[in-house]
C-alpha cells in the first residue's frame, strides 16, 4: 500500500507542476483578447496567435467554465478570476440574443454575429460555464443567464413526445430540417453535456425543478443512450431512439475523421472510450452533487469504467485509443488528447469506486503517454492528435475552437483532486 501511495504521490506532483508550469501560464499570457474582450482561441504549434477571426460560443463558454474552476479551487492567484469575468461580460454582451434569447454560435473577434443559429451543444456549456463562474465567484451574472439558458432549452428543445432534447435550431428557436442540418437526431454528446450542466446548474441553486431535469437526464442516458448490453456510449439516435449511423452535421464540433460522404465508417457500431469514461466520473460527480449513493446506479457505472479500461487503454505503447466496437473490437488506434484528459480522471475515480488496481494500471499508462509524449514541452499545450505510439503528431495547433484548455486544464484540476484524496 506504501508503494502505491508514493506512486500516486508522483503522478500528483507531475501533475500539478504540469498545471502549474506549464498549462496554465501558456493561457494566462496570451488568451485575453486586450482589443475586444473574449478569448483568442487560436494558437500554433508555437503558441502564436494563426489570426483566425472567430469567437465561437463552445470555446468563449469553455474558457469560461476553465478559468472559473481554476480560480475555484485555488489556483491563479486572481488571474483566473479576472480573465472569467471578462469572458463573461464579452458573452453578454455580444453573444446573447436579446430578441429570441439564448446565445448565437458564432461571432467574430469584435463580437459581430457570423453564426446566429441556436446549438444545443454550445448552451450545454453556457449553463456549464455560467454556472461555475457564480460558485467561484459569486457574481450572480452567471447563475441569472444559465437560468435563462436552462428555460430556454425547456420550451423550445424538449422532444415532449419521446423525451430528450433536439439539438439544432434557428436563430428564433425553430427546429432545423432533417439530415445534415441535424433536427432529426439526438445524441449522445449533447445529452451527456446536458448533464453536467445541470449538475453545476443545481448545485448553484439547489431548486427543485434543476434536480428534477437532472435525475431525468441520468435516466435518459443510462435507458436510451447507453448500450443496452455493454453500457457503452452509442453516438447518434433518430428522434424516437432508434440508432441512427453517426453522420456529419452541419455545424460541428471537433469531429475530423470522417470520409468523403460525412458518414462514420461502422456508423452503427462505434463507441469512444474517452466519453465513455467520461460518462461514468461525469455521473459520479452528479450523484455526488446530489447526495445519491453510487450504488443506485452502479452497473451503468460498472460497465462504462470496465469497458475503457479493459478495451480502450494502449498497454504497448501508453494511452488510450480513440474508438471501437461496443463489443471490444479497437477500430481507431490514434491518440486524441481529449480522451486522455478524460481517461485520467475517469480511472481514477474506477480505482475509487470498484477498488480494483487495473485502473491504476490503466491511468499510469494514459499518464505516462501524456507526460511523456502528447505534451508539447516548447509550448506547455497539448499536441491535439497523435500517432499511436506518440512518435509524432498528426495535427500540431496547439488551439482552435475544439481544442482549448477545457479537457486539458480539467483534467489537470481532477486529477490532482482524486489523488490528494487517495494518498491521504
Not at 496554465?24 to 500554433?44: A, K, Q, S, V, Y
Not at 460555464?129 to 420550451?155: C, H, I
Not at 491511468?363 to 497523435?386: C, I, Q, S, T
Request: proline share 2%.
Amino acid at each position: 500500500m506504501e508503494a502505491l501511495k508514493d506512486t500516486l504521490n508522483k503522478f500528483r506532483e507531475e501533475a500539478h507542476q504540469h498545471l502549474s508550469t506549464e498549462l496554465l501560464p501558456f493561457w494566462f499570457d496570451r488568451c485575453e483578447d486586450l482589443e475586444n474582450g473574449g478569448f483568442i482561441t487560436h494558437f500554433d504549434q508555437f503558441g502564436n496567435d494563426t489570426g483566425e477571426d472567430e469567437k465561437s460560443l463552445i470555446a468563449q463558454s469553455r474558457m469560461v467554465y476553465t478559468f472559473s474552476s481554476v480560480h475555484r479551487a485555488g489556483y491563479g492567484a486572481g488571474k483566473a478570476e479576472h480573465l472569467a469575468k471578462q469572458g463573461v461580460d464579452f458573452m453578454l454582451k455580444n453573444m446573447w440574443d436579446g430578441e429570441h434569447g439564448g446565445f448565437y454560435w458564432m461571432v467574430n473577434r469584435k463580437g459581430e454575429v457570423k453564426i446566429d443559429e441556436k446549438i444545443a451543444y454550445g448552451h450545454s456549456f453556457a449553463i456549464y460555464s455560467l454556472s461555475e463562474y457564480t460558485l467561484a465567484t459569486g457574481d450572480q451574472r452567471g447563475v441569472e443567464y444559465a437560468s435563462k439558458v436552462f428555460d430556454l432549452l425547456q420550451k423550445y428543445a424538449v422532444d415532449t413526445h419521446y423525451g430528450g432534447y433536439f439539438e439544432m435550431f434557428h436563430r428564433n428557436w425553430e427546429l432545423k430540417g432533417p439530415g445534415a442540418a441535424g433536427g432529426d437526431r439526438k445524441t449522445l454528446d449533447v445529452h451527456m453535456h446536458l448533464m453536467e450542466a445541470f449538475t453545476t446548474l443545481y448545485e448553484c441553486t439547489g431548486m427543485s425543478l434543476h434536480r428534477r431535469k437532472l435525475l431525468e437526464v441520468i435516466d435518459l442516458l443510462i435507458d436510451k443512450i447507453m448500450h443496452p448490453q455493454y453500457g457503452t456510449g452509442v453516438p447518434q439516435f433518430w428522434a424516437d431512439w432508434r440508432v441512427a449511423p453517426q453522420i456529419k452535421f452541419d455545424i460541428i464540433w471537433g469531429w475530423d475523421r470522417f470520409t468523403e460522404d460525412g458518414v462514420k465508417s461502422a456508423a452503427e457500431d462505434n463507441t469512444s472510450y474517452g466519453h465513455n469514461a467520461e460518462f461514468a466520473w461525469l455521473l459520479m460527480h452528479a450523484l455526488d452533487v446530489l447526495g445519491i449513493p453510487y450504488s443506485t446506479y452502479g452497473d451503468a457505472l460498472k460497465k462504462a469504467l470496465n469497458h475503457s479500461a479493459d478495451f480502450g487503454v494502449d498497454h504497448e505503447f501508453g494511452g488510450v485509443y480513440v474508438e471501437g466496437s461496443h463489443a471490444g473490437e479497437v477500430y481507431d488506434r490514434e491518440k486524441e488528447f481529449w480522451q486522455q484528459s478524460e481517461m485520467l480522471i475517469g480511472m481514477l475515480d474506477g480505482y475509487k469506486l470498484l477498488k480494483d488496481e487495473k485502473f491504476i494500471k490503466a491511468y499510469e499508462a494514459v499518464h505516462r503517454f501524456v507526460f511523456d509524449k502528447m505534451v508539447n514541452k516548447k509550448a506547455g499545450e497539448w499536441w491535439p492528435l497523435m500517432t499511436r505510439d506518440g512518435s509524432k503528431p498528426i495535427w500540431t495547433h496547439m488551439s482552435h475552437s475544439w481544442k482549448i484548455n477545457y479537457h486539458t486544464v480539467r483534467s489537470m484540476v481532477q486529477s490532482v483532486k482524486r489523488l490528494d484524496s487517495l494518498v491521504s
